[in-house]
């Protein structure tokens, strides 16, 4: 026998899932979207998962942008990243997360380039300083659909991120 849907939920097998009630308002299904942000919430229109995601400056991220800061200080302005940086430096798909914090930059689409992205980058001068250790920029970002919601009050450097696990000086050099 089954149970009566409380009000605002509906019975979906052995599941209650909230369902917004088809008289409310654009503005209402937009707040309750909005306060769920934090937790994650299904999007009352498409419904997709929707979430405000923690990134925080790992060190696959330092370690990219050391590469590609090296990489352009050969005279390349921009670099093609899947095809030049080392196959464990793509793998880890980092890098375009960088832009977040403003530290790296992509090529616009050429009119012939095939694909969503050129794929080439190159560090912006807050990259370059960051690498150089004369930027500290923030630990984590709060992101929503690759939004800067919020960022953390605690700045890191570059050796911060990079952790026990890697040298710097070594990184540098090599």
């Known amino acids: ?5 409380p009000p605002g939920m509906r ?5 209650a899932t909230k369902q917004l009630c088809l008289f409310s308002t654009i503005a209402d299904a937009r707040e309750t979207f909005r306060n ?21 400056l790992n060190s696959a991220m330092a370690i990219s942008l050391i590469w590609l ?5 050969t005279g390349e302005q ?13 793998r880890t798909n980092q890098l375009s997360t960088l832009k977040l914090w403003g530290l790296i930059e992509r090529k616009p689409r050429g009119e012939n380039d095939k694909g969503k992205h050129s794929g080439y980058w190159k560090p912006t001068e807050s ?12 630990s984590f970002m709060m992101v929503y659909n690759d939004q800067i919601q919020s960022a953390s009050p605690v ?20």
């Open 11 to 15: 019975f979906l097998g052995n599941i």
């Open 1 to 5: 026998m089954r149970s009566t849907s």
């Open 36 to 56: 769920g942000l934090s937790g994650g919430v299904t999007c009352p229109c498409c419904d997709r998962h929707a979430q405000i995601y923690k990134r925080k």
């Open 69 to 73: 800061v090296k990489y352009c200080r």
């Open 78 to 90: 921009w670099a093609h990243f899947p095809s030049l940086a080392p196959a464990a430096l793509v």
């Open 155 to 174: 700045n890191v450097g570059i050796r911060e991120c990079l952790g026990t696990h890697f040298d710097y000086d070594d990184l540098m050099t090599s």
């Open 127 to 138: 990259g370059r300083a960051f690498a150089d250790e004369t930027l500290e920029v923030p």
